[in-house]
């Protein structure tokens, strides 16, 4: 593992995204898999940035997202699918975006679609991850097998009281939704995390450097072959001293 700590999150979210761009310049990446939620706007919006600049060619790059809400439309503004367009797919095109459906007539058909997608598109390249708060990554909450698939679950009320400001004018976060499963996302041949802000810190300790267990998803992360870390220092403030001890640590 290897871990990258910045002063800001906005350091953070720049560097995870030159990460990513450098790995797509160099042709090791051309399938994708991408996250949603507040910690990766600035990463899309330097991403975004290198496209307009010239610096940088989505166009041969296929991508997975990790997950959706059950029983949102695409076209609905509070889903994942409007969420990446406004922050990425409009500004800068790819070869073809995956997307889960959450309207659709049967979810797990749907979710088994989605697996055999990403082993037709050859597998991911890169997983790029955040982590909640309780540790889940993609909607796989607390509890979630380790080698769980592509499938529909319950959002438990941590999760939905965080992405509540999502969901404005007196909506509520839907109580479903469809993620990718562990076992998928251990499978993307690397991973990327970025972690930021305070609510992380407790979270990002026990990925990193508590016990692997049920309790923690993202702990799961541990046994991944290649995986990088990128997080500010406020998310990392609960590392111990093996893990924090300097701005670009390996462990
Ligand atoms: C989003 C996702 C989630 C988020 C996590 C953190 O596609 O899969 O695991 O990464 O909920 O969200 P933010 O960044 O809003 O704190």
Redesign the pocket.
Known sequence: MKLHILPTAQDAAKAAADHIAVKVKGGSVRVLGL??????IALYQRLVDHVAGGKLDLRMIESF???EYVGLRAEDPCS?HAYMQQHLFSHAPLKHSYLLEGDAEDPFAECDRYEREIRDAGGIDLQL????QNG????NEPESAHDSRTRPVTLNAM?RA?NQPDFPGGRTVPEQALTMGIGTILEARVLVLLATGAAKAQALNAALQGAVSLECPASALQAHADLTVFADTEAASRLGPALAAGPQQGA
């Not at 996250?35 to 990766?40: E, S, Y």
């Not at 991850?129 to 909640?132: A, H, K, Q, T, Y």
């Not at 889940?136 to 909607?139: D, S, V």
């Open positions: 996250a949603t939620g507040r910690t990766p997202n990790l997950d994942f991850l955040g982590i909640g889940h990554i993609g909607f999760t965080a």
